[in-house]
């Protein structure tokens, strides 16, 4: 994609610079500046277990007035103990020598290998440098610069009329990369030049959240360092103050568009993928119960080995799902679809099915693998994607 | 082993025929007889897409005075509908004619391949001649004729001096074969000439399933059909009533070791399988928190991959460990041991761990990885395998 496909966001200057942080010849770090006024919101990984730069970030949110993102690859500075701490506050404190601003007003973010300590001085040395190269031009360089193991950079963008206003939404993300295997990790920045009351922006990034990268799975495993990050520099249009403005809705619209564009570039770019599948359950009895039985599916090692090797083996559907529900499940009112053929009839294998469709359905690139349980009202539907040998190479061979 | 180093059991007869349910030369089905007044006491799937066998099984052991188990291996007889119900039925009615039992003090089980119909009559043609061929001999041709993508068979005895009496424990299990991938099957049987009341013997069987087989695991999948069944024909010694009795307590121990024996076997000839690996979890705040973590890093696959490549990399240690645990976790006081190599300090990398001390222990085939966690008293552990390139082609490529 070219660069000038992406638009420039009022309100955000970028810079994207080689801090050497590993032996590479590349952009390894980003540093974002917002507007004065800017509204920022954030989820973070759950992992207890969470890295440094995330109890950071954390911590400084909680005092609004963010001003800076800065944003390494190459090192996750995760499992780095109180010395991890003290590495993170030292490029706080540079961010806001170099633009002249609160270290809390800098929220900081790492990615790569967990449990070496950061190379902090390198960071500080080319922290100046950023600042002063900062653009409103270089979302294409950024989502570049925080790549890890990716094979490739994830943005997209938005632009919707609000209340007669052409507004922006841009986004980049990282995630599931290759060759270096300790992470998953995933990163996302969404900025937009709309101006939202912090409230309904920190309402607004669950929202978009929860239907996009919480959707999403490539090995099960979450990242020390998850996190997505929503921005709204409101420079533009009039300030959003209520869930029920119609405005706010359209521009809620735009966000969803944007994380799950997001969300499924990293579930394309997984490690070793090359099959990219929905996993959709209708009639449950809760959402909960849907997505349970989604991710159950979606995670199971003997069905993602299956849809490797594009074989619609049901057998395992039925395995997985029967893993998931809990208390009585009524095998008779189960049905399953691979796209629109019916392979699984009330519980079992489907009088018309022939496996040649089967076969035919999973040997796409991509895919629906949709789930009846006859239980309930509730639908949910996760992206996930192949184990193949690729997978098994890239995480187990990768220093040798 | 050969066939004389496995005791008889007084009280059982046995017997393994060809039924060819699948296009192959092999012994496929077993019929064990117990004598009259055997004990049987049993612990089933938890997946509630359980087969047909298992549905009628637990019935049928609810009425007690079982005399006789009915094992056929190449198909598992799941998600077969009312049809699945029928066949098992059948085979139930066969046993009995054939032993003039009642059909309900029969126990059916089937493993193999989900969603495909039983050649019932072929079971029912074969039942016959096994009645015919029951035999006190026949453990080794058992364990062998229950397998399905299992390398080896797994047996395990016992004799253990009881109130003066020489009682004698024998086990055979099957599980975590290779090429045939819809399985993950576990099935147990465990008998003794001991006389154990009905509830104390339903007490030993969840007490030594709770410590071998609900501690293992291969992909992290449970099938539709395990099954472990203990068996106390009750010929020798006094009836055991009380677990406050010392002879029990005898009796429990030598069942314990059978019942990890054939568990750690299933581990060990996991599909593709080439590291056994103890995960040790100690300074838990309870028990389930210990097991969650153990399970947590025993089926992360970025873990299993790293035991595979044997990659001591235990930033994927830490990311399980904060997955495992919920609320807040002090990552200083985590400490984490590679056998006796200690590779995290509070937290962090150990200062004085050298990677090649770590590679060193993940490069032998049985290692332990233990995990202080830093919160209480309980400690807890389970037996898992890696994730190999052979994982992926047996569950990928079986068809092929």
């Not at 929202?207 to 959707?215: G, I, K």
């Not at 018309?352 to 949910?380: A, T």
Request: aromatic content about 4%; proline content about 3%.
């Amino acid at each position: 994609m070219p660069e000038l496909s992406i638009p420039s966001v009022q309100g955000i200057r970028l810079a994207s610079v080689p801090a050497k942080i590993k032996d590479w010849e590349r952009n390894d770090l980003l540093l974002i500046e917002l507007a004065e006024g800017a509204s920022v919101a954030a989820t973070f990984t759950q992992n207890t277990f969470c890295a440094a730069p995330v109890i950071v970030a954390k911590e400084h949110i909680g005092k609004g007035a963010i001003r800076a993102l800065l944003v390494n690859a190459g090192n996750a500075n995760a499992a780095t103990g109180l010395k991890g701490l003290v590495d993170t506050r030292a490029t706080c404190d540079a961010v806001a020598e170099a633009l002249q601003i609160h270290a809390e007003q800098v929220l900081p973010f790492s990615t790569g290998v967990i449990g070496e300590h950061l190379p902090v001085q390198k960071l500080l040395d080319a922290i100046p440098a950023a600042a002063r190269q900062l653009n409103a031009v270089g979302w294409q360089q950024a989502a570049e610069a925080i790549m890890t193991t990716d094979t490739r950079p994830k943005t997209a963008s938005r632009t919707v009329q609000i209340n007669g206003e052409l507004i922006t939404v841009v986004g980049i993300a990282k995630g599931s990369g290759m060759i270096q295997p300790n992470m998953a990790t995933m990163l996302a920045y969404v900025a937009t030049d709309a101006a939202v009351e912090q409230s309904l922006l920190d309402q607004m990034v669950r929202e978009a959240v929860n239907v996009s990268f919480n959707r999403i799975s490539v090995d099960g495993d979450t990242s020390t360092n998850d996190a997505c990050v929503l921005v709204a520099t409101g420079v533009r249009g009039e300030l959003l103050k209520s869930d029920d403005d119609t405005a706010y809705r359209d521009l809620l619209e735009a966000m969803i568009q944007i994380h799950i564009e997001l969300a499924q570039a990293v579930v394309k770019d997984g490690e070793g993928a090359t099959k990219f599948v929905t996993v959709q359950v209708d009639a449950a009895q809760s959402s909960e119960e849907a997505l349970k039985v989604a991710f159950e599916v979606g995670n199971s090692p003997l069905v993602k080995t299956a849809l490797y090797a594009s074989d619609p083996n049901w057998g395992r559907l039925v395995m997985a799902i029967g893993n998931a529900i809990e208390g009585n499940l009524d095998t008779d009112k189960v049905n399953i679809f691979l796209d629109k053929v019916q392979v699984v009839s009330a519980g079992g294998r489907a009088q018309e099915y022939r496996e040649e469709s089967g076969e035919q359905v999973f040997s796409q690139p991509e895919f629906l693998i949709r789930i009846e349980l006859g239980r309930g009202q509730c639908s949910e539907h996760i992206w996930t994607c192949d184990f193949s040998h690729e997978y098994v190479t890239i995480n187990a061979e990768y220093r040798t």
